[in-house]
């Protein structure tokens, strides 16, 4: 029963890293909160890495390694810290980041002629009619003035997450995942560290508030998070953690509601749902190919 439950609550913490962002935003800017979290998770995976007898990669491993760390921690990570930062609401920037099975769909129909069921087609369909529905909805923003630059930075987040994703399944295959994460987070961090210092006062206001959402942001989400996801691979679970992805937008718009206050009306309930349907479609496998096709799981937050 217990391991029955490990899926979803591995989706429930992977689903608290946009809260987690919200969080600890007030108190640090976001590339410096993000080269503080990047610092820390990379001691937390040396740590690991020696505790699990894990391999640090080298030679084109660590490259490949350090490119996908750049595109997955540093502009997916990078871009929602900014979106959130400039007022966008948790559950909205999960949602809009949500999308990266559909756009990968989309990519690989385009650039490498791959062919759509029809219910993936249906899927993209209702995933569009679901975000209009939630951008037209009553979403309630922190700030107001920024819009245009939160959905830039969300764009640069949603095209991080897909082309990282795209490249670590096609490179970053057989290479150990917790030294592989040890380059990755080195990489985001030497990204964030000229951003914070040229851009950046790199103030940091340590109250009980961000020690809170730092502490949990890197044991919780990148340690304890990583660590069930490891279980459920060694176990066989990883399909089912592929496919309860489309969970994570309304998980975290309900977290955000919980936690925030952020509040949505009838057409934004819709939306998230329409768009929860439409990514388990594009991502549910044919009974016949999901044997012998293992799936793919994303290393994000």
């Not at 503080?36 to 040396?46: E, K, P, Q, T």
């Not at 769909?105 to 385009?110: F, H, S, Y």
């Not at 942001?217 to 089912?240: C, D, R, T």
């Not at 749902?273 to 793919?296: F, G, I, N």
């Amino acid at each position: 029963m217990a391991a029955r439950m490990i899926p979803f609550i591995f989706v429930v913490l992977w689903s608290s890293g946009f809260i987690g962002a919200r969080f600890g935003l007030p108190y640090a800017e976001p590339a410096t909160f993000l080269l503080i979290r990047m610092v820390a998770n990379v001691a937390l995976f040396i740590l690991l890495m020696f505790i699990l007898r894990a391999q640090l990669p080298r030679g084109r491993a660590l490259f490949h390694s350090m490119m996908s760390g750049l595109l997955i921690h540093g502009f997916y990570l990078g871009g929602t810290y900014e979106a959130i930062s400039l007022g966008m609401p948790a559950g909205l920037c999960s949602l809009l980041v949500g999308l990266q099975p559909i756009l990968t769909a989309v990519i690989m129909v385009i650039a490498w002629n791959e062919r759509m069921r029809f219910s993936q087609w249906f899927g993209l369909l209702i995933g569009f009619i679901g975000i209009g529905l939630v951008l037209q909805g009553n979403m309630e923003w922190q700030q107001e003035g920024s819009r245009q630059a939160a959905y830039v930075f969300t764009l640069c987040a949603l095209l991080g997450i897909t082309l990282g994703t795209l490249y670590q399944k096609k490179f970053c295959q057989g290479i150990d995942t917790v030294g592989g994460a040890v380059w990755q987070y080195t990489t985001a961090a030497l990204l964030f560290l000229p951003v914070a210092l040229m851009t950046e006062t790199m103030t940091v206001n340590w109250t009980p508030e961000f020690i809170f959402a730092l502490v949990w942001l890197v044991l919780v989400l990148s340690g304890i998070a990583i660590l069930l996801l490891l279980y459920m691979v060694k176990n066989g679970e990883s399909s089912k953690v592929a496919s309860t992805f489309y969970l994570v937008p309304p998980m975290t718009a309900f977290q955000a509601w919980f936690v925030f206050g952020e509040s949505f009306d009838g057409y934004g309930a819709i939306g998230f749902l329409l768009a929860a349907v439409a990514v388990y479609l594009v991502t549910r496998k044919p009974k016949l190919l999901s044997k012998a096709e293992p799936a793919v799981i994303r290393i994000q937050s």
